[in-house]
Structures are given as structure tokens and as C-alpha cells.
């Protein structure tokens, strides 16, 4: 009875909706356009583990502990803990009054990050209908004051309320600007750090590492069509009708969801002739500035961190966004590493995808290099040693390999104006788009990126949704 | 004892003169207590220099109500508005933007910039008029609480969400957009020219602590296109007399109301017994009685000075304690003895009658707020300039002109403090900044009044020299202006309203703050 879905691209989110048409009897072809990343970074849903079985096939989480630890400028380190208790010992050792309030802080965001993990598993919310309005009055009163103040608000500005030690304010706030093109006292990067909150215990803002991507990509049940490109999606009277790949070849094909960008799929893949004006310039003004490089060190042995960020206050972040504003790589930069056995994975921040002077080429991605190994170095000691190999992507070229618009990771920009009901773009946030048949289910959709496959099975939910509805006589 | 006052309104600034006027107007016997010597506030015309006047502090009229400049029958206690009609943004490279209140005139000019934002003007206009519109109703609202099950509230929810909905989706998303964006984003979508962005932009970070790329600032950008004078959307226009002859107005139809006005008499606190307001008492000692006291002040200076925490739950203190003021901006008043010559445009033509604006790019006013983010005043500060006396002649001695010059970034935490010299080396930076423009201006300045947001605050008492009696941020309106549950005007002791700037729907010589609050008094019975 079915005829083929293509699903666009073979990411955590793709193979997710694409095993959720396929457990509903779709036949399903995966067209993957790259090879997945090993290791994911992001909160897995429980939900998604017990639909597709991910357990039993294998998933493993690497909740690291301590989640975090970073430098103090007076000589050791910060490290948080999983375990509250443990957390407020190594804070009242900085600061013991922060250390009093750090429970209540993290209760007030564990609440409000509940009410997100509902949200985020279930297509975006329309704000002016009675549910949702009830789901945030069930917040009662301190949770919807929160709610209301945080979103808006500037982590930095919410972080000077509650502490006093930059270390402290500066590891949370990174969680606020990290892959966005703001600094900390920019608005609503309160709202980004309540997502890093999301799906995890109260007190930990630094979200989970899985084998999620190896797990979904040996999952049986669909086809999967490698080493392919899609060149175009075909369309016949505002019906989807196939993708044709780069090799020329064309698939038919009723259903097609993309985990490419909006902008690739709609303006690139589609004829935009389909769409009205309006439309296009709607998908043409989601902003997806990257502002990421990545090193990866590989080393003779386990560097003895788990997690490391380097950002040694609100005020030096805020100072290495200055130099990206203007289109330089920030001089001082802001580093989050995480290890993974012999591999440590560096993001470095201010690095823009556009630069005011010139190009990204061989000369500045080997001085981003040193310098990142440099600066890691004076906290990591005889790290330098320790290193066999190294490699350094930048913005364009992490959007050549993981297919990150400008380089920006959650393919969207994570910003107020490009969340909930509002992500991509507004009117279209429910993972369909004007061509019947065509949806959209990558990191550019709800909840967005760090959250595994939660746009994915959003996306297929809703397909199966129009599909029962077509079906009905 | 009887008290001869049904109602007592602290601080005769123009908000808490229009709560006394509608006050007064249902009966009630009002009495107003000002600080200064003269009633205004922050809207005051002030002879600062013999023969020359000036609005000392606020200087344009844009946002005050309609209704208000209605009910009050203000043009008849004198106010008079004279519109403003250009916006001049002279360039570093000698060109200039000119923006006009005449369509095709305005069209033609941003024209010689970019057709194609002379094309995409038209549809912005319209947009932000929906947008100004979609807004409208809101401002006379009493903000409902979200968490409370009280039916007023509940019917204040319901009316906000069918006020949404009956928007259509298209425009409520657009709504959604605005309030959320960032000033540039938001312009970059339309415009290409950096003068025209800037000088838009410039709107929308006026009064805040952000750069024009922080994210909340497109919704201040509407706050400030909301103007409108007799009905006339996006008009901008100068009281006769100066912001003075506003407040003057507004105590003149008070008084013709019965209400009584009383200046140089400093309210010390607010009388509270048995968790109520019984009066106030004044710094000189004397106390006057009545169940209803109304406060002008900014919610710093009602809550935690006319008040005290002592008398408060804990909840508001803290909510007070953590509103954000950082005032970010200073003034700068010039008596000439000529008119500023602009070499983009020399002579003293029409251009010098409207708002000159020095707002060159997005890129210069986000320098400026980088300056300030971190403690200094702008090296290279934005520039919003007025020569009130070329369309008031009686602001100044004949042939000489006063110039008001509102400038950005000035913040009030300054690093090591503001200082008589750190005030004087800001007010020579503003002068260079403009002097490029206008090389004569140095030769021409006869005298010169600079003002800090720590002179703000120590002369007219607005906590750390906030204009709109606290930031104009998301976080700071509506439910949350100044604190969630306290919105709708009343305050944890019973018989003490607030009527402030600091209420919703905040700054900008609006009035709309003072009315809602005596409404909100009158429907309550109090």
C-alpha cells in the first residue's frame, strides 16, 4: 500500500524519523549524504530510547562526572558534580555564599526545564491556546515568574542576581552562549541555558555524550543509500513526487522529510517558484551565524579531564563576542573540551564564520590551532606532550562535513525569535512546509539542536498524523 | 480626625500629575507633593541660563496619550505641540540621510541612498503601524497577574489572548518576532543602508543598557514608534515652552479640578499603621493623613525608601532588589551664540528644524554600548540633537539658540565614579563627537549644561539616572513592571498605589502610567 519515504541526510534526527515511519509499515530509504559523527552530545529522550528499543541495541550515555571543571584564576579547579551535596563542597570553596544558594538556583531551572521536556517532545506549543496556557499556569506562581522574566533575559543578567564568583557564573553562562552568536549580556541566552538544563537531574548544565548516531545507523528496518547526494527535490502540483541525487539518478517518492537546513531544502533542493514571496524571504531571514571552530587533539593517553571550559568570567566572554561582532576570531577565546578517551574534542569560541579580512585559510587554521593548544596547555599540564595528531575544522568547513549551515550547529540559530512556534519561521514551525508531502525534521525544526532526535521523532509524528487523517474516508 | 485629602499623589513629575487630574476630575480631593520648586519632573523647562530655556531633561513629546491630551482638555491649559519634521543623519564622508514626515519627500531622499529601501519603506511603515496598532490597546491595560485564579485576573488573561487572536496569525507572529529580536536583525531584514538602520535602531536602545544587536531592542524600536499626536502615527513633535509647558498643562487642568499642588515639600515616607497607608510624612516632619496615597516615585524610591523593606513581604523586596535600572544615558545643553553649520549640509535651512541624529552605522552605535558595557562613557557616543529655539524663538534671546543634545552611552556605574571632571571630559567628548559634523559648533557654544545619570538621579530623583524609572526590557514590562503580581498598580500595603514611570506601560512621557493608576484606583473603590 505504501509508497516510499526519502528521508534527507542520516544525523540523529533523520535516522530517528526515519525508524519511526518504518516501525508504522512506511518503507523507508535514508539517502545518508555523510558520515555520522561518532559520538553525539546532546539529552536522549527517554521516550525516543523506549520507542525504537535503543536499549537493547546497544545505547550507551556518558553522564560524566564531574560534568564540568574549569580553571580558577587563583590555581586549581572548579569542578561540579552530579551530586548536589559534592557540587556546593567545591563551590563554598570559591565562594561559600554562592554555595548556600546554588541548591535553590538549581531547583528553580530544574523546574521550569520540566516543563520544557515536555514541551520539546511534542510539536511547538500555540501560545494563545488554553492548554498551553494551563501547562504554564501549573508552574504556579514562582514558576511562571521565572518563566516570564528568564526567557527574555540576559544570562549574564540572570547569573549576577543569584552569584558572585565569576568562575562559577562564567561555566554556567558559557552553557547560555555556546554556538550562538551573542555574548552573555545579550537577551535570551537565559533561554539557552535553561535548554542546556533540559532532560537533566537539577544542578548539571552540561548535556549527556551517547553512541545514539552508531546505535540508530545499525538499527534495522530502513534503507539506507550512502556515499549519495540529493541534487533536487521534485515537485508535482504542490505534491512532493521524488528526490533526483548528484549522480542523476531519481527516486519516487510520496513522502520526503529533510534533515537539511530550511534554506538548503526549501530555496536550494526545491524550485522556490513554489513558494510565495513572502515565504522565501522568511526562510532567507533565519539567522544561522557560526561561530564555532573544532580541534581535535589525539593523544597518547586520557588527558585526565572529563569536561573543561576555559572562561574565566562573564566579562571575558562578553569580550571575545566583541571581537566576533565585528568579524574577528576572538583573541582570547572561550574553549569548552571534552574528552573521549584518547580523543579530546575542543570547541573554540569566537571563531565567525565571515570574517571582516579575508578568508578561512591554511595560515589562520594553523595559528587557531596553536593557539587553542597553547591555551589548553597552560591548564592541562604536559598536554602538548601528549598530543600524536591534531586537526582543525572551521566554520566552513564544519558546514562542509556536518552539513551546519554557516556553521552553525543548531542549523538555526537558538534564539528567542527563532524558538518554539517560532523555529524555523513562524506559521511553518509544525515540520510541514507549502509542498504537501515535504517536511522538514533537522535541527532548524523544534526543540532544535542538543536535544538527539527530538526534532526527528517530533517531525514523524506529525507525518503519521497527516497520514491517518488522509487515510480517513 | 477628618482629613481634609481623599488622596495623596508623591512627586509632581507628569505621570503622578495626570493621576491627580483624574482624580481630582471624579471628585476626590487631591493634594500633590513635589520635591523641587517646580512640579514636572523629569518633563521641566528651566531657564538654566538668563534668557535661555530649556527642557532640561526629557525633550520631545510623542507617546502622550491621546486620550489623556483628551480627557484633560490639555491644549486649553496651554499645551501647544509643534511637530517635528525631518531627521537629519549627517555621515563621516560628508553626505548626508535626510528622513521627512512628507511621503514622497521622504521617498525621494532614502532614494538617493538605495531604491530599494525607498521601496521597502513603505511596507515597514505599514508593518510597524499593524504593529504600533496591535499594540495600542495594551497601553490602557492594567496588566492582569498570570498566577492568580482571582476573576479579574482570569478576565484580564482572556481579553489579552482574544486581543491576540483576534490579530490574525500573520500579524501576531509578527508581533512575536518584534518583541523578540534584536533592533539590527530586524532592520537588516528591510534595510540596506547603514544611516538609515542606525538611526532607526537608535530608537530602540534609548533609555536601555543594550547595543542595538542585543535581542529585546526591536520591541523598544515600537515603544518609540507608538507616537502619535492627534491621532497621526510616528510623529514626533516639541512642546511650545518646552517639556515643561506638558507638565504645566497637566497641573493646570489638575488644579481646575480641585486638586491642590504643593512644591519644595520632600515626602520623607509613607505613613503605615496596620499594614495600611495613613499618610505620609514630610522631611521637614509634618505628616499629613489619608487612606490613599498615590506614588509617583520609581519602585526603588516608593518600595525601598518611602516604604521600607521592613513593611514588605519578602517576595517584592527581592523582586525590587534585582529591577534593573543602569541608567545609560546623559544630557548635554548648549546656549549658542549661532546656529551649528553642518558641512553635509551648510546653512540654516530645514534640516536644522527636526531631529539631528549622529548615527552613522549600527557598527558605531554598538562600539558606543561596547564602551559602556564594560564602564566608560562612549568614546564615540550616539547623538540625538534638537535647536528647539528655531521653532520656539522664546526659548532663547533673539538671534541666539539653545540646542539639546540626548546622548548614549552614559552609564551610571562609571568605573572609579562620576566626578566634576569625568562630567566635563564627557561633556567635551559630546561636543568633539558633534564639532566633526559641525565645525563652527565650538566657537558658537555661549554656555553649556552637562548631565550625568548620577545627576539625574541626585536632582530629580530617578534611581541611578534611569529616564524610564527602570530599563524598558522584556523582562521589565507588562506582568513584570515593576514586579510580578504587583503590576496592576497596587501594592502589598493597602491604600498605597504606584503611578510611575516604573508601572506598566513605562517611560517616554506618555502619561499612559499615571492614567491607568488612578483608573485602576477608582474602579478598586479605594
Not at chain 1, 88 to 109: S, Y
Not at chain 1, 295 to 304: H, K
Not at chain 2, 3 to 10: F, L, M
Amino acid at each position: 500500500m505504501s509508497a516510499p519515504a526519502v528521508v534527507i541526510g542520516a544525523g540523529v534526527n533523520e535516522l530517528v524519523a526515519a525508524h519511526m515511519l518504518a516501525r508504522s509499515d512506511r518503507k523507508v530509504l535514508v539517502i545518508a549524504e555523510r558520515r555520522n559523527s561518532s559520538t553525539e552530545i546532546g539529552w536522549v529522550p527517554p521516550r525516543i530510547v523506549r520507542d525504537l528499543e535503543l536499549e537493547k541495541h546497544g545505547l550507551a550515555i556518558h553522564r560524566h562526572d564531574p560534568w564540568v571543571a574549569t580553571p580558577l584564576p587563583a590555581g586549581g579547579s572548579l569542578e561540579l558534580w552530579r551530586d548536589m551535596a559534592r557540587s556546593v563542597e567545591a563551590i563554598r570553596r570559591v565562594n561559600p555564599r554562592d554555595a548556600e544558594k546554588w541548591p535553590a538556583f538549581c531547583e528553580r531551572m530544574a523546574r521550569l526545564a520540566r516543563l520544557f521536556e515536555k514541551l520539546y517532545l511534542a510539536p511547538p506549543p500555540d501560545p494563545l491556546s488554553i492548554g498551553f496556557a494551563f501547562r504554564v499556569r501549573a508552574l504556579g506562581r514562582h514558576g511562571i515568574e521565572d518563566l516570564l522574566r528568564l526567557l527574555p533575559m540576559s544570562v549574564a543578567d540572570l547569573l549576577d542576581d543569584w552569584f558572585e564568583s565569576d568562575s562559577l557564573k562564567a561555566v554556567l553562562g558559557a552553557a547560555g552562549i555556546m554556538h550562538h552568536h551573542q555574548g552573555p549580556r545579550g537577551g535570551g541566552t537565559a533561554f539557552r541555558l535553561l535548554h542546556h538544563c533540559v532532560g537533566n537531574p537539577a544542578g548539571v548544565f552540561r548535556p549527556p555524550a551517547s553512541n545514539i548516531g552508531r546505535v540508530l545507523a545499525q538499527l534495522p528496518g530502513v534503507g539506507v543509500r550512502g556515499a549519495a547526494e540529493v541534487a533536487r527535490i521534485n515537485v508535482r502540483e504542490g505534491r512532493v513526487a521524488g528526490v533526483v541525487l548528484s549522480s542523476g539518478e531519481e527516486i519516487a517518492a510520496s513522502l520526503v522529510l529533510s534533515g537539511a537546513d530550511p534554506r538548503r531544502t526549501l530555496l536550494g533542493l526545491v524550485d522556490p517558484g513554489w513558494f510565495d514571496p513572502a515565504f522565501v524571504r522568511a526562510v532567507r531571514n533565519i539567522r544561522c551565524r557560526g561561530v564555532v571552530a573544532r580541534v581535535t587533539l589525539t593523544l597518547d593517553r586520557a588527558p585526565g579531564f572529563a569536561t573543561l571550559v576555559v572562561a574565566p568570567s562573564l566579562d571575558y566572554l562578553e569580550r571575545a563576542y566583541d571581537d566576533a561582532k565585528y568579524g574577528q576570531v576572538s583573541r582570547r577565546p572561550y574553549l569548552e573540551a571534552r574528552s573521549n578517551e584518547r580523543q579530546v574534542q575542543v570547541y573554540m569560541q569566537y571563531a565567525p564564520y565571515a570574517l571582516a579580512d579575508g578568508a578561512w585559510d591554511e595560515t589562520r587554521r594553523i595559528a587557531l590551532g596553536d593557539s587553542v593548544l597553547q591555551m589548553l596547555s597552560e591548564h592541562v599540564p604536559g598536554l602538548r606532550e601528549l598530543v600524536t595528531e591534531r586537526s582543525v575544522l572551521s566554520p566552513p568547513e564544519l558546514e562542509a562535513l556536518e552539513g551546519w549551515p554557516e556553521g552553525q550547529a543548531h542549523h538555526a540559530e537558538l534564539a528567542l525569535d527563532q524558538a518554539l512556534w517560532m523555529r524555523p519561521i513562524p506559521g511553518w514551525a509544525r515540520y510541514r512546509t507549502p509542498i504537501k508531502g515535504l517536511y522538514l525534521c533537522g535541527a532548524a525544526t523544534h526543540p532544535g539542536g542538543g536535544v538527539a532526535g527530538a526534532p526527528g521523532y517530533n517531525c514523524a509524528r506529525e507525518v503519521l498524523r497527516d497520514l491517518r487523517r488522509r487515510s480517513k474516508p | 480626625m477628618p482629613t481634609p485629602y481623599d488622596a495623596i499623589v508623591i512627586g509632581g513629575g507628569h505621570n503622578g500629575l495626570v493621576a491627580a487630574a483624574y482624580l481630582a476630575r471624579a471628585g476626590k480631593r487631591v493634594l500633590v507633593l513635589e520635591r523641587r520648586e517646580r512640579v514636572g519632573g523629569a518633563a521641566v523647562s528651566e531657564q538654566v541660563f538668563p534668557g535661555f530655556t530649556f527642557s532640561v531633561f526629557s525633550y520631545v513629546v510623542s507617546l502622550l496619550r491621546p486620550e489623556i491630551i483628551r480627557d484633560l482638555d490639555l491644549p486649553r491649559h496651554g499645551l501647544q505641540i509643534l511637530p517635528l519634521e525631518s531627521t537629519l543623519t549627517p555621515l563621516p564622508n560628508g553626505d548626508y540621510l535626510a528622513q521627512w514626515s512628507d511621503h514622497d519627500q521622504n521617498r525621494c531622499s532614502i532614494a538617493r541612498h538605495s531604491a530599494r529601501d525607498a521601496e521597502a519603506y513603505d511596507e515597514f511603515g505599514r508593518l510597524m503601524h499593524q504593529m504600533a496598532r496591535a499594540v495600542k490597546p495594551i497601553l490602557g491595560m492594567a496588566p492582569p497577574d498570570p498566577a492568580s485564579l482571582h476573576p479579574r485576573d482570569l478576565l484580564g488573561l482572556a481579553r489579552l489572548g482574544s486581543h491576540f487572536r483576534s490579530l490574525g496569525t500573520e500579524q501576531f507572529h509578527a508581533l512575536c518576532k518584534l518583541i523578540t529580536m534584536s533592533a539590527a536583525d530586524f532592520l537588516d531584514q528591510w534595510f540596506e543602508t547603514e544611516a538609515l538602520k542606525a538611526t532607526k535602531a537608535a530608537s530602540g536602545i534609548i533609555g536601555t543598557l543594550l547595543g542595538p544587536r542585543s535581542p529585546g531592542t526591536a520591541f523598544v524600536l515600537l515603544h518609540h514608534y507608538m507616537g502619535e499626536i492627534d491621532g497621526v502615527y510616528r510623529a514626533w513633535g516639541f512642546a511650545k515652552g518646552g517639556n515643561g509647558s506638558v507638565s504645566e498643562a497637566i497641573a493646570g487642568a489638575a488644579r481646575s479640578f480641585g486638586a491642590q499642588i504643593r512644591t519644595e515639600a520632600p515626602v520623607a515616607r509613607v505613613l503605615i499603621e496596620n499594614g495600611r497607608a495613613a499618610g505620609v510624612v514630610l522631611e521637614r516632619g509634618e505628616e499629613i493623613r489619608t487612606k490613599l496615597v498615590v506614588s509617583g516615585a520609581d519602585p526603588r524610591r516608593t518600595f525601598m525608601q518611602l516604604v521600607g523593606a521592613e513593611h514588605l513581604p519578602e517576595d517584592i523586596v527581592q523582586a525590587i532588589r534585582r529591577f534593573k535600572f543602569r541608567g545609560s544615558s546623559g544630557k548635554v545643553n548648549l546656549a549658542l551664540g549661532e546656529l551649528p553649520n553642518f558641512s553635509c549640509w551648510p546653512g540654516s535651512g530645514p534640516q536644522l528644524r527636526g531631529a539631528i541624529s549622529i548615527s552613522p552605522s549600527i557598527e558605531y552605535l554598538e562600539r558606543a554600548y561596547d564602551d559602556a558595557k564594560y564602564g566608560e562613557f562612549s568614546r564615540r557616543p550616539y547623538l540625538d540633537i534638537l535647536i528647539p529655539s528655531l521653532l520656539d524663538p522664546a526659548m532663547a534671546p533673539p538671534g541666539r539658540h539653545v540646542m539639546s543634545i540626548f546622548v548614549q552611552y552614559a552609564p551610571y556605574h562609571l568605573n572609579g565614579g562620576w566626578t566634576e571632571a569625568r562630567r566635563e571630559a564627557f561633556g567635551d567628548t559630546v561636543i568633539d563627537a558633534l564639532a566633526e559634523y559641525a565645525p563652527n559648533l565650538k566657537s558658537a557654544i555661549l554656555h553649556r549644561q552637562v548631565i550625568t545619570p548620577a545627576d539625574i538621579e541626585h536632582s530629580i530623583g530617578l534611581s541611578e539616572g534611569n529616564i524610564f524609572q527602570g530599563e524598558l526590557t522584556l523582562q521589565q514590562m507588562f506582568f513584570l513592571r515593576p514586579a510580578a503580581a504587583w503590576a496592576r498598580y497596587q501594592t502589598p500595603i493597602r491604600g498605597l498605589y504606584q503611578c510611575g514611570a516604573g508601572t506598566h506601560p513605562g517611560g517616554g512621557v506618555m502619561g499612559a502610567s499615571g492614567r491607568n493608576a488612578a483608573l485602576a484606583i477608582l474602579r478598586d473603590g479605594a
